[in-house]
DNA sequence: GCCAACGTTGGC
DNA sequence: GCCAACGTTGGC
């Protein structure tokens, strides 16, 4: 299916934050050094959408980022077997979502976020990435990439 | 700064 | 192939 999956990434603030991302455009993802989430990197497609989490000090997700190529070999790892894939941002969160909260939200309890907390890619369910992006107050704006325009309803609005 | 969780390494 | 030791992540 051309619908892309759905992830959530982390990154200490100190170290790249959601707003560098925002304000670089456009980065490589590099330095994942953990076998199941460079798996889970190589299997992003341009086009999949990532919850953006804050590590350590925010604690929360902050943002979307999109995943913008196909996944190579991360090169800051010359010669061994590493993954990377370009990212970009696509929306700010209004509100952070802080670790605290979906703690305590009894509908994000599998969230991998929570049952894999030290994992630093993860695979994300596409209804706790919907729940996430609404209690963040976001919505993705309108026709991204390469996606047919939605159909309008039949006997919609006027 | 401490500590729990857990992935990775290396000895046997 | 098991398991103890070690290192790292990340929350508190």
């Known amino acids: 299916m051309a619908t892309g999956r759905y992830w959530l990434i982390k990154s200490e603030p100190s170290v790249y934050a959601y707003a560098r991302l925002e304000a ?32 350590n000090e925010d604690k929360a997700v902050v943002g979307v980022a999109r995943v913008l190529s196909k996944p190579g070999p991360d090169p800051t790892a010359p010669g061994e077997d590493w993954a990377s894939v370009d990212m970009g941002p696509l929306v700010a969160f209004t509100v952070p979502v802080t670790l605290a909260t979906i703690k305590a939200t009894p509908a994000l309890k599998d969230f991998p976020l929570l049952t894999r907390s030290r994992l630093s890619v993860t695979p994300t369910p596409v209804e706790h990435f919907e729940l996430v992006l609404k209690m963040g107050q976001t919505k993705l704006p309108k026709a991204p990439a390469s996606k047919p325009k939605p159909k309008a309803k039949p006997g919609a609005r006027p």
């Open 24 to 55: 670089d455009g456009r980065t490589e993802w590099t330095g994942v050094r953990n076998f199941e989430a460079r798996n889970n990197l190589r299997a992003m497609t341009p086009g999949d959408l990532c919850l953006y989490y804050h590590s």
